[in-house]
Nanobody, 127 residues
Framework: QVQLVESGGGLVQPGGSLRLSCAVSGFTLDYYRMGWFRQAPGKEREGVSCIYNSDDSTYYADSVKGRFTLSRDNAKNTVYLQMNSLKPEDTAVYYC????????????????????WGQGTQVTVSS
């Protein structure tokens, strides 16, 4: 049974930092590209970052490039997102999932099902 549990969100002031974690069960990270997505109120879910399982290459949306760092620990079957220099526009619910990159940016991986999404973790950036 696929289960993803995101944690680490919270309320932070602009310029602050947070580190998100995503614990995965039901499949092994070694075989999948993994990424983070976010959904702000009234907006569609968007891909934030993606890390390849083949060589740990990482890809980021332009809006977070240089501020966010994605990493993975295959031994713990967990992915992380270090977020620095946070801005109010980073406010959203953050989710992890398998991922692909291409002309449409960062999207959920092939075969990803709607019922695989976790509950997400809320990140609020506000003074």
């Amino acid at each position: 049974q696929v289960q993803l549990v995101e944690s680490g969100g919270g309320l932070v002031q602009p310029g602050g930092s947070l580190r998100l974690s995503c614990a995965v069960s039901g499949f092994t990270l070694d075989y999948y590209r993994m990424g983070w997505f976010r959904q702000a109120p009234g907006k569609e879910r968007e891909g934030v970052s993606c890390i390849y399982n083949s060589d740990d290459s990482t890809y980021y949306a332009d809006s977070v490039k240089g501020r966010f760092t994605l990493s993975r620990d295959n031994a713990k079957n967990t992915v992380y997102l270090q977020m620095n220099s946070l801005k109010p526009e980073d406010t959203a619910v953050y989710y992890c999932a398998t991922c692909e990159t291409g002309v449409h940016g960062i999207v959920a991986g092939e075969g990803w099902r709607a019922d695989y999404w976790g509950q997400g973790t809320q990140v609020t950036v506000s003074s």
